[in-house]
């Protein structure tokens, strides 16, 4: 039989945030190429916030990504808190956890409804799925909109919050809001479990794919970590936030312009597979059954698996959330006055902020000077921490599937990076990821 | 003939076609009223036959002006959505900054191999024929902003500043508050969304025509604040805007 020759070239994939591109050549059974590369503009965003203030550098930073923009705020206000060792109160921690809880929802479902099931429904979009299955397209977007709804409700916005500021919050909802809201959580319980009965059928689409890998997420012994935590490994002991660089260890390949991270191999993956892989045994009840329906307990080493991660951490999320919104009805909630700005002693610093935003850890380290403004940052996004796990991926899995059609072969790569849920725009540093 | 519409983004956080996403039931309603034949985030098809064409995101290096020109060609009415498209947004704080510094701060010695320029808006390339302003784009204003082109009509932009909304809102001024807040000049059409949240104006939606330099002085003034202060907020959102003027 000849061997094929077959070129993939896939300029700008579709249906993930921000650009990347593809390039595969295969001569005769043998791939020459196989490249993950990133034309996105590059933004300067450490920069931009040099110079400037304490109180703005949330607001700054949020601009960094639109999809985790809440994310993005409170690992800046974390940062600038840890800088200058300011506190919050329990009721505001909680408050911010159902914050991180309504992005997570939010993201995921748009990345599981809109971005993954037309793969796994052999269509281009979800547009056409809106004309065949309507009542799916629907339930998909009513969970979106609680989602929605919900950081509406504790940020004063869905994308680029308000409320979260510096020291606690300008604005808390109400307690009947939160009920209503819980109420709502609870209410959209069954949606889930038919969208995930509907994943579960098409799950075979999922490739069964394996290259082992490490796992890096906040882990904590009293929760499914999201908001705090240390640094995890499935390869070593957890570090202090502190001493991330340790563990993402930005370098430079050789041949290339790409800052890729690594810790003890010469990749790792972050995101939710990466934190059901650490922390399966701190998930909500309901989540680790989802996860059982889908035979998925840790270390799973399957990338593609990280969209059912996903599933399985909204049943998560939605399920803590309505633990959380419970204790702060039954302590009541405290109030705070109208336009609140909490007293913020400014002092010379440096802090780190990190929390797990939808697709992975995500670090911001600020500097400031006595009068409270920034001299130094560096951010670290979890698609940066992503690309050479993404990279080492494709290398691993095209010579497998080098025999199939030009078509397939184009499709199974862009799910892979799909199953990543990149998010490009974030690209606080730009890569250009070149493997030879 | 349902009008083709297409979506591209530039040097932006894509918020802004996230609201779109999240226009959630109306979306489908609005895709009964337009076919979207490109957009990237959410459809794998692509197609350069289209009507309208929205476009997310500053212009931010010289490679970038050719895509926008050849978007401009094969379109019969360019939509920019989202400050950073239509004036220049959060990216222009680096303007104020020596671009060099600024890459080797991010890159290190690698810095000359990242292609940029001063951060600008769309307009400042191609001709734009209607703005939905903010950062991110309210999704009303989006619709509506639709609504007024598929009728063969300008859209409707507010030429007074946030200020305006913020009064008829019964908000507590933000100077009242001590804070220093760009309402006064700023365009509304936000309904003084950020104050009534409990912070402040930003500045998102851009200098409003002719703002009034002299009152905002005098609030200046009245409130013991200096020009520094005026200057570090004007910087957030107005620089390109600024250097135009």
């Known amino acids: 039989m000849n061997k094929p020759n077959v070129e993939v070239n896939v300029h700008h994939i579709t249906r993930v945030e921000g650009h990347g591109n593809i390039h595969v050549q295969i001569k005769e059974g043998v791939v020459e190429k196989c490249e993950w590369t990133i034309p996105e503009a590059p933004r300067f965003f450490e920069a931009m916030v040099v110079g400037r203030s304490w109180h703005e550098l949330h607001h700054i930073t949020s601009r960094i990504c639109g999809i985790c923009s809440i994310g993005h705020t409170l690992a800046s206000l974390k940062a600038t808190e840890s800088a200058m060792g300011i506190a919050i109160s329990e009721q505001d921690l909680k408050l911010r956890k159902l914050a991180l809880h309504g992005e997570n929802l939010q993201s995921h479902i748009l990345h599981l409804g809109f971005l993954v099931l037309p793969d796994l429904m052999g269509v281009g979009s979800v547009i056409p799925l809106a004309s065949t299955n309507l009542a799916e397209v629907k339930t998909v977007l009513q969970l979106h909109r609680t989602a929605n709804e919900m950081s509406n409700l504790i940020c004063g916005r869905t994308t680029h919050p308000q409320r979260l500021i510096p020291g606690g919050f300008s604005k808390i909802p109400s307690i009947n809001e939160l009920t209503t809201l819980r109420k709502k959580l609870q209410n959209s319980i069954p949606s889930i479990q038919k969208t995930a009965e509907l994943i579960k059928t098409l799950a075979s689409k999922l490739p069964d794919f394996e290259r082992e890998t490490e796992f890096i997420a906040l882990t904590s012994p009293d929760e499914y970590a999201l908001y705090d935590g240390k640094l995890g490994s499935t390869d070593t002991e957890s570090v202090p936030v502190k001493d991330y660089l340790s563990f993402t260890n930005e370098y430079v390949v050789p041949q290339s312009t790409a800052k890729w991270a690594k810790h003890v191999r010469n990749s790792y993956m972050v995101g939710a597979l990466a934190r059901l892989n650490i922390n399966y045994k701190l998930l909500s009840p309901m989540a680790q059954e989802t996860a059982k329906d889908f035979n998925l307990s840790p270390v799973c080493h399957n990338p593609f698996m990280n969209s059912v991660a996903q599933l399985v951490e909204i049943v998560h999320s939605v399920e803590d959330a309505i633990r959380l919104i419970s204790e702060l009805e039954a302590a009541g909630l405290k109030p705070q006055p109208d336009y609140n700005k909490p007293e913020i002693k400014v002092k010379a610093g440096q802090g780190v902020g990190a929390v797990e935003v939808p697709r992975g850890v995500l670090f911001h380290d600020y500097t400031y000077n006595d009068k409270g403004v920034c001299t130094k940052a560096n951010c670290i996004i979890p698609t940066n921490q992503n690309h050479a796990n993404i990279q080492a991926d494709m290398s691993a899995l095209v010579p497998s599937i080098a025999e199939k059609s030009q078509k397939e072969i184009e499709l199974t790569l862009e799910m892979l990076v799909r199953a990543y849920d990149p998010c490009i725009s974030c690209s606080t540093h730009a890569l250009k990821v070149r493997f030879e | ?245």
């Open chain 2, 1 to 245: 003939m349902k009008p083709k519409v297409a979506f591209f983004d530039f040097a932006g956080c894509e918020g802004d076609q996230l609201q779109i996403a999240n226009l959630e039931e109306d979306l489908l309603a609005l895709l009964g009223q337009v076919e979207v034949v490109t957009f990237r985030e959410v459809m794998k098809e692509q197609s350069d036959n289209y009507d309208i064409a929205f476009i997310e995101g500053s212009c931010t290096r010289l490679q970038d002006e050719d895509r926008l020109k050849q978007i401009r060609r094969n379109a019969k009415i360019v939509v920019a959505i989202g400050s950073c498209a239509t004036i220049g947004g959060i990216n222009c704080i680096r303007n104020y900054k020596d671009l060099d510094t600024v890459k080797k701060m991010v890159y290190g010695e690698n810095a000359k191999l990242f292609d940029s320029y001063a951060a600008r808006a769309i307009d400042a390339v191609i001709p734009v024929d209607a703005y939905v302003h903010g950062c991110p784009i309210d999704r009303e204003d989006f619709l509506q902003v639709v609504k007024s082109l598929l009728v063969g009509k300008k859209p409707d932009m507010p030429t007074y500043p946030v200020c305006v909304e913020c009064k008829k809102n019964e908000n507590v001024c933000a100077f009242e508050r001590g804070q220093y807040c760009v309402g006064t000049v700023t365009r509304a059409g936000c309904n003084s969304c950020c104050v009534n949240e409990g912070t402040i104006c930003w500045g998102c939606r851009g200098l409003v025509d002719n703002p009034n330099e002299n009152s905002h002085k005098e609030v200046l003034i009245k409130y013991g604040l200096t020009v520094d202060d005026a200057i570090a907020k004007f910087r957030l959102y107005f620089g390109w805007q600024e250097a135009k003027r």
